[in-house]
């Protein structure tokens, strides 16, 4: 063919693939079949079991050099196939028990797809349309469900502000990092605001806005298990990655309102900005939630802004046999909940409420062409720009489940980790570290005769076992993930009891409903049979201990 | 039935949207089809023609209490389709030219729904494994593709950087914004970086900062045109938004070099530090892309950080033939493209690319329980903590078209738009505001009588017939948008040929692959059959002019 013939071809075929639908016996259109009838089968179908190194998997993504000609899609699809999808994990497994994400609803297939089809854009009105209404009363709705308790008249309250041009409840963001880092930016530009002369941090700077309120130093205070998204804000608001001040916490991982109130109290008499207190509800590690009445009367007593991270933990507040466990967080300024950790929503749903609906004045933006004033373009309130529709997956889940199909989804999840904590406490070999408060554990793997071993030992003797152990939950950790059947994740904590030594422990998250009693005891079956494999020579290596 | 039972079938019925697929005779499952079969003729069809106002919309949308019992997923699907798809905006239609949007191919449909069932998290390996691989991948072709050209060695610099845990060549982000704020995050850290004693504004904060450096000010240079993005980011980053200094433009809204290269000289001389200089290609308003190699200079000359905002204009990258417009874009040190624009993926696709693989070291951050240190975790040099794979739908869109299919879209947009300025050039109606160099054009109506009349008027008069031709202008973009057939955007400029006064113009983005000839002299019509039925005063209102 002529190159003018292969182009006029091409040029054919790029059309087609604007405005010819796949062949329904298409290689996609068959895994999308696959997919659509039956996820789970076809991630066990399509993710080999056994890990390959991650070196070994960058063999397939090597090539730096863009391919020059255009491909047929059945040809992608099948490569897709064998080197991405049989490479991936399969988060929504029910015996993955160690990552935050759990199998989702089926609606939510179907509906994604009908979201990337409209293709909307959130940032304003003109490609957003009812989207913008929409995404506003999911948040009016999750504004309700976390401050809405102890208000009198909440349909008033809610009909003023939550279309209003000039308020916002919240914001919609790509997660949980974006959130906190928006929370913490309101916050900061509302303690170094506008005043007198001075036109506030937003337009003058952190530099002339320290001058102007005579600080050297501004600070966050949380306790020190707050996500590192919170450090990361720091640095980007450019208070100093060093300015966020860490409260030690007590044996339950919650913030140690002694210790705070005591530092407030310090700070204040060196003349330091208090920018926030951010309470954590519930922790990444442990799912320990921090006690937020004594938060919340600390920060209102020095009138500081008052941020709860509830990234993981918000969902909580939709059960109502759960939600005492958070309470205190209807007095936060600001609130991060991810709808894609326990409301069962996929990937890139998050969101930051705010109590007060004027919060936002102090970084709203305008553009000529967009944002314009007193529009209800969402863009001018966020720190994101263009944004998907994800609200619409949120508002389903909210209706198809409901509060109360949520409330059985959060008990559930913490049965199951009460549970799982009963399993683990009655067998010999293992050692519960954190009971879950919310549904997350720690626990390792000590035998028996370990333990009883370590009862007998002094303090040095007990950091060396403690170090071999720690090897040996690494060693367990890993070989369950390679041997692709069930995952459980790993984090180092420092408990009261071996003396504030760091040990290395499993963390679980149980928060797919999936899975079951018997999962979780295969779980530790599985563990128990690795360790013993492993720990062949355990006489010899307490002998040698005791001979040192 | 007993409270209990209820339960009980509440909870079997949760279960069951865990675990059962949508039937394939459902409300959804038919919605599905009718997105995957036709999704034009789907849009056509449930996307009402005659536009609603947003008040009106909004009554759909009031109830701010979360709904207590679970409903239907068909009476939600069924929900869904009648108050917000009816509402909606038909993002992809080829006489829809006032948006960034596009049609998309119609494999990104399936291809989104298995991302969606992968749900994987892109922020660590153990929760995406080959999807990390996968995206730097990506994120090298990208790369190679913008900074490859003048490289000798190609595959021995990507093969030892595009993997390495140490290096990043750029990342995934939701969108241009994020993009934006990551690039000037790491200017801001290079520029007041660590020094001696001083550990860098990361860690220590700005206010040290600029103790330290005996800075007063730090600023970031851009033009007039530049996206609100940026000022946005001046105010999260603490150097605040009356510190972006921006550059008057000339009358092809490029950023004027001697305006710039003086700017320069003053801020040194006052001893500002000049945390990066900002080249636009494209501006959103114009499509208007800054001179990039002068700006190259004057960046090296001074020791600048450069960075690009390409969020538009990015894919033009992919074309042999138009590629040269971005000469210089090889030498700046960062680069933000968005994949969500002309890159035809949907929404959610940013991407920043660092000329020097060690550009992130200044932002690095790791935590206990991810991101550990010599991981190869993308979240350890990302802006974003949890984030979904959207790099497979860039991956596959770059194999399935191929640089030369993405050529032919690219040529083909720009063909369209010159031809769309030729058509408004040879009518006697229509004025060109201003030329497209990407696929992005300004325009307005005014009559010939209007034109002729203005030739022979002063200042003054043709202020007055000015404000009523923009007047006009907002009329008839409004009526159009409204009558559902076809939509332009509008926006403000400031034309030489105008005395520097402020006009309202419509915009067009000619991307769409879709849109034809025909499509666009339609719509050049029915503004003028719009025009002519507002404007039968006409004679009334120029006598009225004269007479003042």
């Known amino acids: 063919m002529s190159d003018k013939r292969i182009a006029a071809a091409t040029e054919e075929n790029l059309y087609r693939i604007f405005t010819i639908p796949e062949d329904p016996d298409s290689t996609l259109s068959l895994i999308e079949q696959e997919v659509s009838q039956n996820l789970d089968g076809f991630l066990r179908d399509h993710i080999v079991a056994v890990e390959k190194p991650l ?43 160690g990552h935050m994400t759990s199998a989702l609803p ?45 208000r009198e008249n909440n349909d008033g309250y809610y009909e003023h502000y939550m279309h209003s041009a000039n308020h916002s409840l919240g914001a919609f963001c790509s997660g949980g990092t974006v959130a906190n880092i928006t929370a913490l930016w309101i916050a900061r530009n509302t303690v170094l ?33 707050g996500h590192y998204s919170l450090s990361k804000s720091a640095d980007i608001l ?8 860490t409260v030690p916490t007590d044996d339950d991982n919650k913030i140690r309102i002694d210790l705070l109130a005591e530092t407030i109290k310090e700070l204040k008499q060196q003349n330091v900005g208090i920018m926030a207190l951010v309470g954590v509800a519930g922790t990444t ?10 938060m919340a009367d600390l920060a209102e007593l020095h009138n500081i802004h008052f941020h709860v991270d509830a990234a993981w933990g918000g969902a909580t507040l939709l059960s109502a046999n759960q939600r005492s466990k958070l309470a205190g967080i209807e007095r936060a300024d600001s609130i991060t909940i991810d709808a894609h950790k326990q409301m069962y929503v996929p990937m890139g749903a998050g969101m930051v409420l705010f109590k007060d609906p004027h919060a936002t004045d102090v970084i709203e933006h305008h553009a000529e062409y967009i944002l314009r004033k007193g529009s209800k373009d969402l863009g001018s309130h966020t720190l994101e720009g263009s944004r998907p529709g994800m609200s619409m997956l949120v508002y389903a889940c909210l209706k198809v489940m409901g509060r109360k ?13 009460n549970y799982f904590a009963e399993l683990i406490q009655q067998d010999d070999d293992f050692e519960l570290i954190t009971h879950p ?85 295969d779980i530790l079956d599985e563990q128990r049979e690795i360790a013993k494999e492993s720990w062949r020579s355990l006489p010899a290596i307490l002998k040698k201990v005791l001979s040192q």
Do not use: W
Request: charged share 25%.
């Open 106 to 150: 089926y609606f939510l297939l179907p509906l994604s797809k009908l979201m990337v089809g409209l293709n909307q854009n959130l940032v304003k009105i003109e490609t957003s349309k009812a989207f913008t209404p929409l995404e506003r009363q999911v948040i009016g709705m999750m504004h309700r469900i976390a401050y809405g308790e102890t």
């Open 193 to 225: 605001g506008p005043d007198g002369d001075f036109k506030g941090v937003g337009k003058e700077g952190l530099f002339r806005a320290m001058k102007h309120y005579g600080y050297e130093r501004v600070v966050v205070l949380v306790s020190e298990r």
């Open 437 to 521: 408060e919310l549904c997350i554990l720690t626990y390792r793997y000590v035998p028996k005769a370990v333990q009883d071993f370590m009862a007998m030992c002094g303090k040095e003797e007990k950091v060396i076992i403690n170090d071999l152990l720690n090897d040996l939950t690494r060693f367990i950790q890993k070989k369950q993930r390679e041997s692709g059947k069930s995952f459980v994740s790993r984090t180092r904590l420092t408990p009261k009891r071996y003396d504030g030594k760091t040990i290395t422990v499993f963390r679980t998250v149980l928060a797919n409903p999936l899975t079951t009693k018997e999962i979780l005891k």
């Open 285 to 294: 590690e442990t799912g320990s939630i921090d006690p937020l009445v004594a």
């Open 238 to 245: 450019g208070i100093g990655r060093q300015d966020i001040v």
């Open 55 to 97: 070196s070994e998997i960058e063999k397939d993504f090597l090539d730096s050099a863009m391919p020059e000609n255009p491909q047929f899609v059945s040809d992608i699809a099948d490569e897709l196939l064998h080197k991405l999808v049989a490479q991936s994990v399969h988060t929504s497994s029910p015996s993955f028990i």
């Open 405 to 417: 199909g949520y409330e059985m989804l959060i008990d559930r999840s913490i049965d199951n980790a």
